[in-house]
């Protein structure tokens, strides 16, 4: 269930239950990604007026695994993938919004990719098929990711008309519409039904992963 208000200073916050297909409470409801997006163009521009100045992000390769399993961005953001283990990885992505492969590269290497238009990016190792990556690219910074307990929270909101987005890689895609006014406090509740497991993904050729590299 998600829980979601718009406080007096514009802020949204929620808890996300995540549940199964016969209705039992599941215990990790993290790494879910709620965001805001404006409803008509002056609640879009209002959203857009906002800038960030973070430092570049960076997923780690490591164990054999990537770090984080979920990173969220804004458009024009440069995101370091850095080899932090001790035998050779690949990063690459198939996806249309921002394909691309980093080749095969060793410990303590970085390589760098900008993403510049908004999407789901799902990043593999072509070398390590469990190893797998989600960058969710938006173009506002109103967004959150959910703890293990499946709360987050969104500050600062301006007054609007928005949805609120709710994604995760192991349950569908949930929204609602949100009106803003900074002074009237809005509540919506919903359940997220976790989805079987998806199929193993293939790699960056299009066929089955082998069995030793």
């Known amino acids: 269930?998600?829980?979601?208000?718009?406080?007096?200073?514009?802020?949204?916050?929620?808890?996300?239950?995540?549940?199964?297909?016969?209705?039992?409470?599941?215990?990790?409801?993290?790494?879910?990604?709620?965001?805001?997006?404006?409803?008509?163009?002056?609640?879009s521009a209002a959203l857009a007026q906002t800038h960030t100045t973070a430092s570049a992000p960076h997923i780690s390769h490591k164990d054999q695994a990537f770090s984080p399993r979920v990173l969220v961005i804004t458009t024009g953001t440069t995101v370091d993938f850095k080899n932090d283990d001790r035998i050779y990885h690949n990063a690459f992505s198939l996806s249309k919004s921002k394909p691309f492969d980093l080749g095969i590269y060793p410990e303590g290497t970085s390589k760098f990719v900008t993403f510049n238009e908004p999407g789901l990016v799902r990043v593999y190792c072509n070398m390590h098929p469990a190893m797998?990556?989600?960058?969710?690219?938006?173009?506002?910074?109103?967004?959150?990711?959910?703890?293990?307990?499946?709360?987050?929270?969104?500050?600062?909101?301006?007054n609007g008309n928005f949805t609120l987005r709710i994604w995760s890689e192991h349950a569908e895609e949930h929204s609602r519409?949100?009106?803003?006014t900074g002074d009237q406090p809005l509540v919506e509740d919903f359940t997220a039904i976790a989805r079987p497991?998806?199929?193993?993904?293939?790699?960056?050729?299009?066929?089955?992963?082998?069995?030793?590299?």
Request: include cysteine.
């Open 1 to 43: 269930m998600c829980s979601f208000a718009a406080i007096a200073d514009s802020s949204v916050n929620g808890t996300i239950r995540l549940e199964d297909s016969s209705g039992d409470r599941l215990p990790n409801a993290g790494n879910f990604v709620a965001f805001i997006e404006g409803n008509d163009p002056a609640s």
């Open 132 to 158: 797998i990556s989600n960058i969710l690219v938006l173009g506002n910074p109103y967004f959150a990711v959910t703890s293990d307990d499946g709360q987050f929270h969104i500050d600062d909101l301006p």
């Open 177 to 180: 519409t949100l009106s803003v």
């Open 197 to 213: 497991q998806f199929k193993q993904h293939n790699n960056k050729f299009g066929k089955p992963y082998r069995d030793k590299y």
